[in-house]
Nanobody
Framework: QVQLVESGGGLVQAGGSLRLSCSVS????????MGWFRQAPGKERECVAA????????YYADSVKGRFTISRDNGKNTVYLQMNSLKPEDTAVYYC?????????????????WGQGTQVTVSS
C-alpha cells in the first residue's frame, strides 16, 4: 500500500515563504514522477509543479513560475515544494501525488496515489 503524507502547510502573510514536504512509503518511490497539486474552494484541482523521477525535468504552472521550486530526495523518499513570495491567491489545499508511469504529466487523472492534503493560507 502506497502512502503519501504531506506536511509544512500553515498560515503565512503575503510575501512570506513555506516549504511543503511529502514523504512516500510502500513502493519504490525513486522511479516515478511526482507532482504537487492545489485546490482552492470552488475551483478545480490544478498541477502547480511536477518533477521527473531523476529530478532532471520539471514543470511549473505559469502562476507559480519563478516563485515555487519542486525538488526531491530519492534517498529519503521525499518530495518538496519551496514556495516563496506567496500571494493570497496561493491559498488552497496542497496535495502531492505519484504517477506510476513515465513522462511528466499535469493532469490529475495521470496520477495514481495521493496524499491527504495540507492547507496553505496566505493572508493579505
Amino acid at each position: 500500500q502506497v502512502q503519501l503524507v504531506e506536511s509544512g502547510g500553515g498560515l503565512v502573510q503575503a510575501g512570506g515563504s513555506l516549504r511543503l514536504s511529502c514523504s512516500v512509503s510502500g513502493r519504490t518511490f525513486s522511479i516515478y514522477p511526482m507532482g504537487w497539486f492545489r485546490q482552492a474552494p470552488g475551483k478545480e484541482r490544478e498541477c502547480v509543479a511536477a518533477i521527473s523521477w531523476k529530478g532532471g525535468s520539471t514543470y511549473y504552472a505559469d502562476s507559480v513560475k519563478g516563485r515555487f521550486t519542486i525538488s526531491r530526495d530519492n534517498g529519503k523518499n521525499t518530495v518538496y515544494l519551496q514556495m516563496n513570495s506567496l500571494k493570497p491567491e496561493d491559498t488552497a489545499v496542497y496535495y502531492c501525488a505519484v504517477r506510476v508511469g513515465g513522462g511528466l504529466k499535469i493532469s490529475q487523472n495521470d496520477y495514481n496515489y495521493w496524499g491527504q492534503g495540507t492547507q496553505v493560507t496566505v493572508s493579505s
